[in-house]
């Protein structure tokens, strides 16, 4: 089934009956809202497994302009694992902009941190190898509780 929504394209994959598995696919070309949100539309996603600061935060308008230079312009796409997050009730994803795993990248930046609740530590040794590399995102961001 394929339709046009808020000018992405939603397709539904076949259910899978483990948590965590993709349940869609959201394509399209995004815009910005913060270091872990993309706004396709009117349809606000949040990246799956990590935790970026919000604007107001110290790195939290660097951890969004990383993910405009990731993702604005290009084609994201993004695989819904039916899972929501917030009170807005966000669509949860882990999106690519084309290879590009925008959540790892983010968390290799120094920009965002795993938050191993939802990511099972997918992005542990990510966030390892940037505190190597001097971006200790953890100095001055501290994970939400819900990680």
């Known amino acids: 089934m394929r339709g046009l929504v808020f000018g992405a394209i939603l397709t539904a994959l076949p259910a899978f009956s483990v948590a ?6 959201l394509t399209g070309i995004a815009a910005i809202e913060d270091g872990d949100g993309l706004l396709f539309g009117r ?3 949040r990246l799956q497994g990590i935790a970026a600061p919000e604007l107001d935060d110290a790195m939290g308008v660097e951890s969004r302009a990383g993910l ?3 993702a604005a312009g290009r084609e994201v ?6 899972t929501t997050a917030g009170r807005s009730v966000r669509p949860v994803d882990v999106c690519f902009a084309g290879e590009v795993d925008l959540g790892r990248a983010q968390v290799e930046a ?3 941190r795993d938050c191993p609740a939802f990511s099972r530590e997918r992005y542990r040794e ?3 190898r940037a505190q190597s590399n001097g971006h200790d995102l953890s100095r001055v961001y501290a994970l939400p509780g819900y990680c």
Request: proline share 4%; aromatic share 0%.
């Open 68 to 70: 405009m230079k990731l």
């Open 110 to 112: 120094g920009l965002a």
């Open 126 to 128: 990510a966030e390892m």
């Open 20 to 25: 965590q598995e993709p349940v869609a696919k």
């Open 77 to 82: 796409v993004c695989h819904l694992d039916g």
């Open 43 to 45: 349809v606000e996603v």
